[in-house]
């Protein structure tokens, strides 16, 4: 591959990767709201 | 008022992957490389992100606000959603087109997804194994010629499986099959991409590496960066590739409480559609069409049917040369993939109109599900039966494509300018896991409603052509004019001389018969389809009754179209009636 198009491919891929691994990872690891929440399966969590 | 707040999500991963699932679709795969390589290569990337900043997110966190504001008032459709941010009559019906783009888009979008269905069940039988190249392309036409009651069937089954996942409600349904298909979707899509890059010059027939392919998509051509024509192509890829515009963003918002975040979860699933699209989108038809095809092979296939012919002709054949085994596993992969991207998106479309048909008339989840499969049969009907005869493209145009702009814009001046930027900024920010940089309420105050009335302005000419049946005069135009198919002809036979596997006898039926064209395996598909193209043009060219009957076609096309569009105005208006009914009930029962 030419240097142009790798550096484009590899800056704009890398990039958009850790952005979305970092929103990914954010959605998984924020600490719960308080019930009651939009989420049915976050409801047994109260029951115990 | 709502009564049906039974329904709701299961998990917020869950509503993440459903609402990536919905914007994920076949044009990620199909669209984006194309657009990729027709405006500037790796340059085409810089106002595709900067469309995605100033417009795609803006977008994003307006329809999760509105969705969110609207369901916490009891409603999950966009008239009503609409009504409850501004009381005057007009938004409820602005709000239609929330409702008919979701049904009129869903009528044509299973038909496509019903191939994609098909594709892997061929793949499975293996099809397409020791098939020409003209074998398989033509496989492609006589599907959708409906020379056999198969593609009937895969879109009955399809329909039947959307009508199946939605009754089940969407904790139960669409949210199940989200998170089944986004991560099957991103298995097959790493595979290929891995196979795509992998290949070599000289091994499997292929010419070069697959790396050349990915060279061409990513090596910038920074004198297109100024071109307005760029600008606008990624800024309707930003609007194809996030579902914006269409209401079914609303809908699935519109299950998530007042105190829960919206902000993060908007990010999340953009950035998601992002990655699916440039990392995988870009790494998967282009390497394998260049590794096999070369470059200008590549770019005539685009020429002749854009993404959709070079992954539904061409991709299947070439998976062969992988060996027998690795074919059948590459076409489920790559078929699996894209029904995947689609049904994750059809089920989006189905979730707004039953929620208007729950919220507003009482009906039961299993009902609403049915009317909407039964809706998009009758809808569908006429985009299968004259698919040759431009219906599913005008269907795609008027309402995949200019009535999202349309929506899009009123909705966003709704919300920054009538519902108001201080109420609009706060509901964005209420109960959300991330700080939005203050910069966006201007943005989605000025800049988005401006770059999105550019857009709109710049497709009028578009929109005012289309209208005028202007591709299909044009063609009857130069089938009038002798020069112009001479001119035409001289052209082709030049363009063919130039390749290796032609030879001048190809283009005399009475030497080559059809059936001899199509089975001989040295002929590559570009040179294929360049040659059946030049056996057609000569024919109009010398036969007057052949010429006189692809006239009538072009006008029996534009007939076609015409009835088309009645019948989505007449979609746009029953839903319309429906709304002012909705009101006049919800009326009395206040009163």
């Known amino acids: 591959m030419s240097t142009d198009g790798l550096t484009m491919m590899l800056v704009t891929e890398i990039t958009v990767t850790l952005i979305t691994a970092y929103f990914f990872f954010k959605i998984l690891f924020t600490k719960k709201h308080e019930e009651p929440d939009s989420y049915s399966g976050n409801d047994d969590e109260i029951v115990q | ?591």
């Not at chain 2, 998601?272 to 005539?300: C, H, Q, R, T």
């Not at chain 2, 043009?537 to 009645?566: F, G, Q, W």
């Open chain 2, 1 to 591: 008022m709502s009564k049906s707040e039974t329904s709701g999500w299961g998990s917020r991963v869950g509503l993440v992957l459903a609402m990536a699932g919905n914007a994920v679709g076949l044009g990620n795969f199909l669209r984006f490389p194309v657009q990729a390589i027709e405006n500037g290569g790796g340059a085409f990337i810089i106002p595709y992100l900067v469309c995605f900043l100033l417009m795609g997110i803006p977008l994003l966190f307006v329809e999760w606000s509105i969705g969110r504001f609207g369901g916490n008032k009891g409603h999950h459709s966009t008239p009503f959603i609409l009504d409850s941010m501004d009381k005057r009559a007009l938004w409820k019906y602005i709000g239609v087109f929330g409702i008919f783009t979701n049904l009129a888009v869903a009528a044509y979008y299973c038909y496509l997804e019903s191939w994609t269905l098909s594709y892997v069940w061929h793949s499975i039988a293996d099809t397409f194994g020791g098939k020409t190249q003209g074998e398989v392309a033509g496989f492609f036409g006589n599907y959708v010629s409906l020379s056999s009651a198969e593609p009937i069937i895969f879109w009955a089954i399809c329909l039947l499986l959307n009508t199946w996942i939605l009754s089940r409600g969407l904790s139960g349904g669409v949210e199940k099959a989200a998170k089944i298909g986004m991560p099957l979707l991103l298995l097959f899509g790493a595979f290929l991409a891995y196979k795509a890059i992998t290949i070599h010059a000289g091994a499997d027939g292929a010419l070069f590496d697959g790396t050349v392919g990915l060279d061409y998509l990513w090596t910038p051509d920074y004198s297109t960066i100024w071109d307005s024509k760029v600008w606008l192509a990624a800024a309707g890829q930003i609007f194809f590739t996030l579902s914006i515009g269409m209401g079914s963003i609303q809908c699935y918002a519109s299950y998530v409480k007042s105190k829960d975040d919206i902000a993060l979860n908007a990010m999340s699933a953009g950035w998601m559609n992002g990655f699916v699209e440039i990392v995988l989108g870009s790494a998967i038809i282009i390497p394998i069409a260049v590794g096999y095809l070369g470059i200008d092979g590549m770019k005539e296939l685009l020429s002749e049917g854009g993404g959709l012919g070079l992954g539904f002709k061409t991709l299947p054949y070439l998976f062969e040369q992988w060996g027998s085994m690795l074919g059948v596993i590459a076409g489920v992969a790559w078929f699996g993939l894209l029904f995947f991207a689609g049904v994750t998106s059809s089920l989006a479309m189905g979730t707004p109109v039953m929620g208007f048909l729950k919220d507003e008339f009482g009906w039961k989840e299993k009902n609403a599900a049915w009317a909407f499969g039964f809706a998009v049969f009758i809808l569908g009907l006429p985009t299968v039966l004259f698919f040759n005869n431009g219906v599913f493209d005008e269907y795609d145009y008027w309402a995949g494509t200019v009535s999202l702009v349309v929506f899009a814009f009123v909705e966003i001046i709704l919300f920054a300018w009538i519902f108001g930027m201080d109420k609009g900024w706060k509901e964005i920010n209420l109960g959300a896991d991330i700080k939005v940089p203050i910069v966006f309420k201007y943005i989605i105050q000025y800049v988005t409603p401006l770059l999105l009335g550019w857009v709109f302005i710049n497709s009028i000419p578009d929109i005012v052509g289309t209208l005028n049946h202007e591709g299909s005069k044009a063609k009857i135009e130069f089938y009038q004019n002798e020069e112009a198919m001479r001119e035409k002809s001289k052209e082709q036979k030049k363009l063919l001389s130039g390749k290796k596997d032609y030879d001048p006898s190809f283009l005399s039926p009475n030497v080559v018969t059809d059936e001899q064209l199509v089975a001989n395996k040295n002929i590559t598909i570009p040179t294929y389809l360049l040659i059946k193209k030049e056996r057609e043009l000569e024919k109009i060219r010398t036969d007057v009754a052949y010429r006189n009957s692809k006239i009538e076609d072009e006008e029996k096309t534009m007939l076609y179209k015409n009835i088309s569009r009645l019948f989505l105005l007449a979609l746009w208006l029953g839903i319309a009636y429906l709304v002012y009914i909705a009101s006049k009930k919800s009326k009395i029962t206040t009163t």
